[in-house]
Each structure stands twice: as structure tokens, then as C-alpha cells.
């Protein structure tokens, strides 16, 4: 699980076996954890997170774009169609 990030009490990391998939992004500070599509950026599902939270989160994510989409394909490889 390549960590990507750190804000505050978030980790923003992706698992390594999730390529087959768009680029996105897994955010958790502890118990909770939510799924993110990068590009366009929107929730993908939440576990445990608030509204107030996935505000930031998202906020975070638009702040940081380039970097996350730049790891991703270093990772990764280009980023798959969603369709």
C-alpha cells in the first residue's frame, strides 16, 4: 500500500494490486476509509467518514491533483478508462 500523501490525519495511499482500475486514491486517518477517482475527482463510497470530512478530503485531493495523478502513473502505468 504506497503511501502518496499525508495531510493532517489523512493518508492518502493506494493498494498495488488495484490497476486495473481509473487512477484513484484511498484516504483513512484510522478507522475510517473512502475511495476517490481522481480524474474527474468525486467519491467513490465511504466507510465512516462525515459530509464536513469528505468536504476537506476533496478539497485536499483538487489541491494536490497533479502530484496523485504523477504517482499514480509512476506506479501504475497510464490510468484506465472508467468505462
Same mark, same amino acid.
Given at each position: 500500500?504506497?503511501?502518496? *500523501? !499525508?495531510?493532517?490525519?489523512? !493518508? #492518502?495511499?493506494?493498494?498495488?494490486?488495484?490497476?486495473?482500475?481509473? =487512477? $484513484?486514491?484511498?484516504?483513512?486517518?484510522?478507522?475510517?476509509? =473512502?475511495?476517490?477517482?481522481?480524474?474527474?475527482?468525486?467519491?467513490?463510497?465511504?466507510?465512516? #467518514?462525515?459530509? !464536513?470530512?469528505?468536504?476537506?478530503? *476533496?478539497?485536499?485531493?483538487?489541491?494536490?491533483?497533479? *502530484?496523485?495523478?504523477?504517482?499514480?502513473?509512476?506506479? #501504475?502505468?497510464? =490510468? $484506465?478508462?472508467?468505462?
Amino acid at each position: 500500500m504506497p503511501t502518496v *500523501l !499525508r495531510i493532517g490525519p489523512y !493518508r #492518502f495511499f493506494f493498494y498495488s494490486n488495484e490497476n486495473n482500475e481509473p =487512477a $484513484h486514491i484511498h484516504v483513512r486517518p484510522s478507522d475510517s476509509e =473512502a475511495k476517490f477517482w481522481l480524474d474527474p475527482t468525486r467519491l467513490v463510497w465511504n466507510k465512516g #467518514f462525515n459530509e !464536513r470530512e469528505i468536504g476537506q478530503i *476533496l478539497d485536499h485531493l483538487r489541491s494536490n491533483l497533479p *502530484l496523485l495523478l504523477t504517482r499514480w502513473t509512476e506506479y #501504475f502505468g497510464e =490510468a $484506465h478508462d472508467e468505462s
